[in-house]
């Protein structure tokens, strides 16, 4: 591994006094069911009037057991340009995307089958092919238990909050799925993963709750769920707007249809749209209230009526869209789907390689990637003009990385390149060929005595910086090894800036490894956060088998790095390349714990002073390893990077807490292990974890070591993705409501710090995150930077530890407004009390959203409107109320004389009449 720009660092106190890597208790992880599945897919059809093109995907539960969402079609390799899934889930680098699949009740049975409508947009009317695979959870008698639930309502009492029986019609939900639905007895059954650590409930409108499992593998399992009034219950479905592709409106877009697609396919046919509000990812400016620029279609759809103010609110950023709204029975949905709008459209051109000047240049497959704050969003693909011009007419705001491969005369040619930040600006991809590096300057010739190759680039001065260097593998080398780490001192925005590294093999310089990055785009994969930004050394095994089965063969390693401005510090990119096999770490993943909203899967708590976390994050750890190595260690540090050293929180050798499995699930390495672990954190009674409070992201550092058949020592290191700490909450902060398994205050640095800040401001408060994000049954609430708050007003009469009793008492005092009226003296003054104590109620909750948005706040949610209602005109009563003083009960009208209010911190939201939402500004990128 290289050394390279090393920070003085200083030491950290004692972080955890134990760590250990246990069985696998996370929850269940979803794999490639091709060995259990049978997948048909139709020939796409191209639609008469449309450039788009349908296609329809039965998949067969082939196998003798059932398989549990969530399950997800991944689409890949589609043979003509242009084409692209419209409504893909989530899109990756590798030219593939996903498709969520609703299963009835979360599970496809033994035998049966679903088929899945997938919408192609074909720009060219092309006919084309594609391939398409099946992830989910295979439920097997060894992998699986019974799981009997039992819902129970809260008591009330914190102590000992459970209730009576919750009844018939409760959800049973299992990795954010329903699975089954409890009975008269108030129980239900479900199959789920031996490995799972939660079960949830919920019923409409608000009821919710967690239980934490520890499952035994043959026996009766069962779980108490308690359910308190104090979340959101929103219907399964799943929402897209017709008109968009990859979540972008196309320029020229004369109309934008929404809708809600319920768990059978069918549009949910829509009485009410309740709310429409554009937030800004991540933080990024204020949101903006667009209800007014959205109306329900007769069929029950929603269609933007003023484009144009939509294009304003999304600007040049990529733009988060909420939606709620109610069907006829009274049933909410909420959708946050991201949403961008097509900009100008991106030109570019192909360079002919200084070898052949006049290759050919058309006809040949362009590919760009687009993406913001790591995250890919699209992939867009066009063909080259015979002058080797191209277009990308769909292209929106973001990194956007630009490459293209072609196969010419025996050679294969390749560019890459990160798009300038103007649109008006092309694009120029210089192609070039393993003989083009081999002639260039820089480059270094094989040494055949050299087992081993290494280069350091250093791209300055808004320039850029190449290097070669030729490895010469023997005959009958099995794998090479590649290692790299880009060291990017700044995080680039939008500028061309970019790294890449490639391994070509032979004089055709066929490409075995090929990866580009624009700055600040790596941050997808990998997030550093020291100083320097570099990602830590990186390694991967290429296969050379077939190369060299019949003689040596040589590879071409190249890094380069473009700096565009000469303002920006210096990027550095170190590689290496060496043949056969080392001991490497080939990927790294930390399983969600159900997590919930944008930032799922990102979040770590850190527990208090002498306690240990209740859910755990599983860690697979994919290894590489030569033949006859054994593992011997697995060490794991926690590390906020410069200025801090690493805190060794595991170093545990293979056995019972670090299982190791020797059959890889990759099928790319012939030698390997699989660790399947969870991490457990447990502090000591003089461990004080806020110590280390601080806006940065923390993140693991895995080592692993090995010994070689003669005994050499072997290690291999990897950074895993940040983690955004979570500290619990203040303890001494004025609570309500119920507290959940594991915690329910877990919070950001931002939080605390505006907490110590504005202490003065709260009612009183609860549920900010679960443990590690977990899920705790509300619309987002997984980065710690929202939390809830009682009402800024107590009615008489209320429990002041259900938000729900309070708003029973509103409605109950609005109806007794009409007392008023009465011609009974008694009647009138209890008529009176109501509408003075509605107005305080009014008064307070004004006063209370001021102040807190003075204080630096994102949004505060509140009433919108509310269950148990009837009567009271109007289904956004509540904010109505609260902004004009007005409102009708039971036909009358009353004004509370409180005139009208607006503060552009409000939002009236779904769900939020039992509760005031928090949302605060982010201070660093999530």
């Known amino acids: 591994m290289l050394e390279l720009f090393a920070g003085a660092r200083r030491s950290a106190a004692r972080l955890l006094g134990a760590f250990a890597l246990a069985g696998l208790l996370g929850a269940a992880q979803a794999h490639d069911l091709a060995p259990h599945v049978a997948i048909d897919a139709s020939v796409p059809v191209l639609n008469a009037t449309a450039t788009v093109s349908d296609s329809l995907v039965t998949i067969t539960n082939a196998s003798p057991h059932p398989i549990a969402a969530p399950f997800t079609l991944t689409v890949g390799k589609l043979s003509a340009p242009g084409v692209a899934v419209t409504h893909p889930a989530r899109v990756h680098r590798t030219l593939e995307v996903d498709i969520d699949v609703a299963l009835p009740q979360g599970i496809l049975a033994p035998g049966a089958a679903i088929a899945v409508p997938v919408r192609f947009v074909n720009p060219r009317r ?101 359910l308190a009034e104090e979340g959101e219950v929103y219907e ?31 549009t949910v046919r829509l009485t009410q749209l309740a709310s429409v509000d554009a937030v800004h990812v991540p933080g990024g400016g204020r949101a903006f209230r667009l209800t007014e620029h959205f109306a329900l279609n007769p069929d029950g759809t929603i269609r933007c009526t003023n484009l144009r103010t939509l294009g304003f609110a999304i600007g040049r950023s990529s733009t988060n869209l909420v939606v709620t709204a109610f069907d006829a029975a009274g049933n909410a949905y909420r959708a946050r789907l991201a949403l961008r709008t097509a900009l100008a459209a991106r030109t570019g051109k192909l ?98 005595a050299a087992s081993a190759v290494a280069l350091d680039v250093e791209a300055a001065d808004g320039d850029g ?33 970019g790294w890449g590294v490639r391994v070509l093999a032979g004089p055709a310089g066929t490409p075995l490894f090929d990866l580009h990055r624009q700055v600040g785009a790596q941050w997808h994969e990998f997030i550093s956060t020291n100083s320097s930004t570099t990602t830590g050394w990186i390694e991967r095994q290429l296969d050379v088998a077939d190369l060299t089965r019949d003689g040596d063969i040589e590879l071409t390693l190249q890094a380069y790095g473009v700096q565009d401005n000469a303002w920006y510090q210096p990027m550095r990119i170190a590689a290496s390349l060496r043949s056969g096999t080392a001991l490497t770490i080939e990927a790294l993943t930390l399983a969600d714990v159900s997590a919930s909203g944008p930032a799922a899967n990102r979040q770590v708590s850190l527990p208090a002073a002498g306690t240990a976390n209740l859910f755990q994050r599983p860690m697979r750890i994919v290894t590489g390893k030569p033949a006859g190595a054994v593992l011997g260690n697995v060490k794991v540090q926690l590390d906020w990077g410069d200025g801090w050293d690493p805190v060794t929180v595991l170093d545990q050798a293979p056995g019972a807490g ?133 009402h800024f007003h107590q009615f008489a009469g209320a429990d002041a530890e259900s938000g729900a009793s309070n708003y029973r008492q509103l409605v109950a005092r609005l109806r007794e407004l009409r007392l008023q009226r009465s011609a009974n003296a008694a009647e009138v003054a209890l008529g009176k009390a109501a509408a003075a104590e509605v107005k305080a109620w009014i008064v307070a909750s004004r006063a209370g959203i001021d102040r807190l948005s003075q204080a630096d706040v994102a949004a505060v949610g509140y009433i919108l409107g509310g269950p148990d209602s009837a009567g009271i005109a109007g289904a956004d009563w509540g904010a109505r109320l609260l902004t004009t003083g007005r409102v009708t009960v039971d036909g009358m009208p009353f004004d509370l004389g409180t005139g009208t209010w607006s503060n552009l911190s409000y939002f009236p939201q779904v769900n939020h009449h039992h509760h005031v939402k928090v949302t605060l500004w982010p201070d660093t990128l999530y």
């Open 126 to 226: 092309l006919p084309f092919t594609y391939q398409v695979t099946a992830s989910g959870t295979l439920l097997t008698p060894e992998n699986s238990v019974p799981l009997t639930v039992t819902a129970w309502r809260f008591s009330g009492d914190t102590a000992n909050p459970r209730g009576v029986a919750a009844g018939a019609g409760v959800a049973i939900v299992v990795d954010g799925v329903v699975r089954a639905v409890t009975d008269a007895d108030s129980q239900a059954t479900v199959l789920v993963p031996l490995g799972q650590q939660a079960v949830a409930a919920r019923q409409a409108p608000t009821s919710t709750g967690i239980a934490h499992l520890g499952l035994i593998a043959g026996s009766a399992n069962s779980a108490d769920v308690i």
């Open 658 to 790: 670090v299982p190791v499995d020797g059959a890889l699930m990759h099928g790319t390495l012939t030698h390997g292990a699989l660790i399947d672990s969870v991490l457990t954190y447990r502090a000591e009674p003089d461990q004080d974890l806020h110590a280390f409070r601080n806006p940065r992201p923390t993140q693991y550092r895995v080592t692993v070591a090995a010994t070689a058949e003669d005994g050499t020592a072997l290690t291999a290191e990897r950074i895993e993705t940040a983690r955004w700490p979570l500290w619990r909450a203040p303890a001494h902060l004025p609570r309500y409501g119920m507290r959940e398994p594991g915690g329910d205050d877990w919070a950001a640095d931002r939080t605390l710090r505006w907490l110590e800040q504005n202490e003065g401001l709260l009612t009183r408060v609860d549920d900010f995150s679960g443990e590690h994000g977990l899920d705790l049954g509300h619309a987002g609430h997984a980065d710690g930077m929202e939390f809830h708050m009682y």
């Open 236 to 266: 399964e479905a799943a929402f897209r707007f017709d008109e968009t592709v990859q979540s972008i409106i196309p320029a020229g877009a004369a109309k934008l249809t929404g809708r809600f697609i319920a768990q059978d396919g069918s």
């Open 465 to 497: 910086a190449s290097q070669t260097a030729a490895l010469l593998v023997r005959q009958g080398t099995a794998r090479v090894t590649l290692g790299y780490m880009p060291m990017v001192r700044e995080f680039g925005g939008l500028a061309a800036n």
């Open 351 to 448: 360079v002919p390689p200084p070898s052949d000047p006049g290759l050919d240049l058309g006809g040949i497959t362009v590919v760009g990637r687009l993406s913001l704050l790591g995250t890919y969003s699209a992939i867009l693909t066009t063909v080259t003009n015979a002058d080797g011009s191209f277009t990308f007419p769909a292209a929106s705001f973001g990194q956007f990385e630009v490459s293209a491969e072609a196969q010419r005369n025996g050679r294969h040619y390749l560019a890459a390149a990160a798009a300038p930040e103007s649109e008006s600006q092309p694009v120029t991809l210089k192609l070039t060929s393993a003989f083009d590096l081999g002639q260039a300057p820089e480059h270094v010739a094989a040494d055949p």
